[in-house]
C-alpha cells in the first residue's frame, strides 16, 4: 500500500513509498525479459492515458506496462477529441469517470490541472507531467535506475544541469533526490534557473561539477516550453551546458550520465556521447532510464490497482 | 435476437428490441461496478470504430463496451487514414471487410452515409451518428437511463429544448420517445425547429414547459454544424433556452435533466447547473447517461455478435 | 524458420522462405474465417507499429495480424510523437528498443531508412514501406493471392501497369515474381520508368499486354510521392494506362486483375470495373489482396516471434 491514493507531486511520496515501489519493480523488470512478457494481474481493470499535449516516451511506456499486466488501456489525446468542441477538462474527466474507469494518467500542459483533477475525483490519478511543475513517475524511474547501478542512494551527488527554468522533471528529481539522502547541485545559467532553487549550490558550467558529481542529470532544452528566447544562441549554451566526449572522459570512475529523453543532439549532448545504437560510453543511462520507467509504471499500477 | 442485423435508424427497433437491450444492458451494468469489469463473451471478434467525424465519448464508450466483452476494438479514424489520399468511404469499407472483421461502427458527417454502407455489407452495422440524421445508440441510452431512474416510459412527458435543427439525438430521440409511449414536446425558436417537427408541441421558451416536464431533454447547441448563423446571439438564445439554478429549481418532484454532452457551459445550462466534479442538482443525469452508454453499447454488442 | 531475423527486401527472401510462408498463412487462412478469430500463439509479445508516414491498410492489417496472435500491438504513429520536438529516427527507435518490444513493424518514407534502422537494432524488422525503395510484405501477399487463384507461380505472365517510377510495390513485386519463376512485363511511359528497369519487356498501353497477360497487375498513381507533374494530363494517363470496361473484357480466360490499393478511381481503374460493394468482374482481386494481406502478416509473425 502506497501512503497517498494518487501520485502527483513527489513531496507525497514517502521514503518507505519510494523502496516498495523499488522492490516491486524488480520482479516487473524480471517479467519483461521473459519470453511471455505478461501477466494477469490487471485484468479487468480499465486504464486511461488522458494525454492534453503530444507525448511519445511516457504515453507508450504507461501502454506497455499497463499492457503487460493485462489491463484494458484507452488512449485518449486531446487531438482527436471533443475538446476541439470547447469540452472543458472537466467535462472531460467526468465523462471518462461515468465510463467507471480504474485508474486516470494525466499529462497536461498546465501546472497544476492534474492536483485540480484530483481534488475532484475519487479513483486514483497518476500525473504524468503537467506544465512546469511535477513529472513525478519520471523521478521515481530515475531512482530505480540509479539504485540499479549503484545499488544505494545515501550521500551520492547528483548535478542536474541545464534548463531548470522549464522542467518539470528537474523539480519532481530534486525533491526526491534530496528526501533519499543524496547531495543535489544544480549548473545552470542565472536566466534558466527559479528563484526558489537558489538555496542550492548552483554553478554556471559543468566543467565545475563534472568530475566530482557521480550522477551528472542532463536536461532537456525544453524549447517547446520557453515563451521567449531565454538563451543568447545555442553556441553560447552549449560551450557551458554540453556534454561532448572531452567533458565525459573527465567524470570519474562509477559516474553516470542521466537524461530524461528526448534529447536534443548537439544542444546539451553531443552526437559523439550520444552515438548511433548506442552510446560508445557504457555509463550513459538513457536507455535503462527507459526500461526502468515500464518497470516502475507497472509497480505503481500494481500498487495502486492490485 | 434483435429484430434486424444491424441498428441504424431508430425506425428500426422494435418495442421488444428496446426491452431485450435493456434487460441485458442491466446485467452489464453489474459487470462495470465489478472489480474484474470483464467477461469473455466476445473472444476472437474483431470490432471496428470507423469514424470519419471527430468525436470522443461516442468512440470511447464504443471502445470500453467492446473490451469489456474481450473483443478486439480497431480505432479507424479519418484524420490518420488513406483518405487523406483520396479513398472513397466505399472503398475504405471493402478494404476493412476484406479483413473479415465482425462488425462496424460508423460515424460520418453526411446524413445517410451509414445506411448507404449498411445495404451494401453483409456484416452488422450501428450507426453511431450520421450528420443531422440519426444516433440511434444515444436514444437508446437515454431510454435506459430514463428507465433506471423512473421505472417506466409509458405517461412520461419529455421536452426537448434547444437547435433541434441540427441535432441527431433529437431526431432520434422523439420517435423512440415516442415509440415507448412518452409525450413529446418540443422547445425551439422557429428558426431551430426543422419544418417535419411542426406536428408536435412546439414552444418558444422551456419556461412554458418546466413546471410540467418529468424530463428535460437539452440538446447541444451544434455550433460546428451550423452553416450560417441560425440565433440572434447567445444571449438571446439563453434567454429563453437555457437551463440556470433558478429555473431548475421550478421543475416538479422528480423531474430530471438530460443532455447528450458535451455541454456548452452557459449556452445551453449554466455553470452553476453543471457544477465542478459534479452537478450539485442530483436530478441532472448527464453522467449517468455516460454510463448507460457502455452498457447499453454492450448489450448490443452481445446481442448482435453473441 | 526464415532464412533471415528481418524482412526488409524481397532479395532476402529464399523460394523456402516464400513456400513456409504459403503454407503457414493457409492455416491462418482458416483462423479469420472461424467463430473465434484468435489464437494465442503470440500472446505475452509486443509488436510496434511504427510509422512515420500516414498509412490505413497496412498498419491495420499488421494490427488485426497481431490481434488475432494474441500478442500486444502497440500503434506509434510519427503525428502524435515527439518527433514534433525534432528527436530523430534513431533515437526514437532507442526509446521503444529499451521498453523490451519484440518486433517493429516500420513504414518511412525515406528509401533505406527501414534498413538503417534493422542494421543497429537485434530485434526483427519488417519493413511495412520505405520510400521509392521496397514493400516486400505487399509482395507477398500478392503471391499468396495467386497461388489461391491460380494454384502455381512458374511460367504465369505477369504485367506491371502505371507508375513503375514511384512505386515500392513495383520494386518488390517484380523481383519476387522473378524469383518464382514468372515473366514479367512493365506497362509504362518512359517518364514514369526507372532507368534501371530498361531490360524487361517494356510496353508503352495496356493493350499491349491485354490478352495475353495471366496477371494485370495494376500500380497506384502515387500523386502524393511526385515531386513534380510526371504525366501530361490525367486523360492522357488513362488513354494508355487505365483499365475500364472494355479493356477486361478482352483479358484471356482466368486471367485476373490486382491492385495494391488504394486505387485512384477514373485514374488507373474506371469506375465500372471498380463496382460498388464488389467489383462485377470476379476477376478482380483487390479485396482478395487484402485478405491475403493479413494470413501473411500472421504467417510472418508467427515465423519470425512464434
Given at each position: 500500500m502506497l501512503s497517498k491514493k494518487s501520485i502527483l507531486d513527489v513531496g507525497d511520496i514517502t521514503t518507505e513509498d519510494v523502496m516498495q515501489i523499488m522492490d516491486t519493480a524488480d520482479s516487473f523488470t524480471d517479467i519483461s525479459k521473459r519470453e511471455i512478457k505478461k501477466v494477469p494481474t490487471l485484468r479487468g481493470k480499465t486504464v486511461v492515458n488522458l494525454f492534453f499535449e503530444p507525448s511519445t516516451r511516457t504515453r507508450t511506456s504507461f501502454e506497455v506496462a499497463a499492457k503487460r499486466l493485462?489491463?484494458?488501456?484507452?488512449?485518449?489525446?486531446?487531438?482527436?477529441?471533443?475538446?476541439?468542441?470547447?469540452?472543458?477538462?472537466?467535462?472531460?474527466?467526468?465523462?471518462?469517470?461515468?465510463?467507471?474507469?480504474?485508474?486516470?494518467?494525466?499529462?497536461?500542459?498546465?501546472?497544476?490541472?492534474?492536483?485540480?483533477?484530483?481534488?475532484?475525483?475519487?479513483?486514483?490519478v497518476i500525473n504524468a507531467g503537467d506544465g512546469k511543475h511535477q513529472h513525478p513517475t519520471q523521478a521515481l524511474l530515475d531512482l530505480y535506475t540509479i539504485r540499479g547501478r549503484m545499488g544505494k542512494f545515501e550521500g551520492l551527488r547528483v548535478a542536474l544541469a541545464g534548463d531548470l527554468l522549464n522542467s518539470r522533471v528537474a523539480r519532481s528529481g530534486i525533491a526526491l533526490f534530496e528526501k533519499m539522502g543524496m547531495d543535489v547541485s544544480l549548473v545552470a545559467p542565472s536566466m534558466l534557473l527559479p528563484e526558489d532553487f537558489?538555496?542550492?549550490?548552483?554553478?554556471?558550467?559543468?566543467?565545475?561539477?563534472?568530475?566530482?558529481?557521480?550522477?551528472?542529470?542532463?536536461?532537456?532544452?525544453?524549447?517547446?516550453?520557453?515563451?521567449?528566447?531565454?538563451?543568447?544562441?545555442?553556441?553560447?549554451?552549449?560551450?557551458?551546458?554540453?556534454?561532448?566526449?572531452?567533458?565525459?572522459?573527465?567524470?570519474?570512475k562509477g559516474a553516470v550520465v542521466m537524461h530524461p529523453g528526448p534529447v536534443n543532439r548537439g544542444i546539451e549532448i553531443s552526437d559523439s556521447v550520444m552515438g548511433g545504437r548506442k552510446s560508445p560510453y557504457d555509463n550513459v543511462l538513457i536507455e535503462e532510464q527507459v526500461t526502468s520507467g515500464v518497470a516502475v509504471r507497472m509497480a505503481l499500477l500494481y500498487h495502486i490497482l492490485g
Open positions: 493485462s489491463a484494458d488501456m484507452i488512449n485518449f489525446t486531446a487531438s482527436s477529441s471533443s475538446l476541439e468542441k470547447g469540452e472543458s477538462i472537466m467535462d472531460t474527466v467526468r465523462t471518462i469517470l461515468a465510463m467507471q474507469v480504474d485508474l486516470l494518467v494525466i499529462r497536461h500542459n498546465h501546472s497544476g490541472a492534474v492536483k485540480m483533477v484530483d481534488d475532484m475525483v475519487e479513483i486514483p537558489s538555496c542550492f549550490k548552483v554553478y554556471s558550467c559543468i566543467d565545475d561539477v563534472i568530475e566530482d558529481t557521480d550522477i551528472l542529470y542532463m536536461l532537456r532544452m525544453q524549447l517547446e516550453r520557453q515563451d521567449r528566447k531565454f538563451y543568447p544562441s545555442v553556441d553560447e549554451y552549449s560551450r557551458f551546458l554540453s556534454l561532448d566526449g572531452d567533458r565525459i572522459k573527465r567524470m570519474k
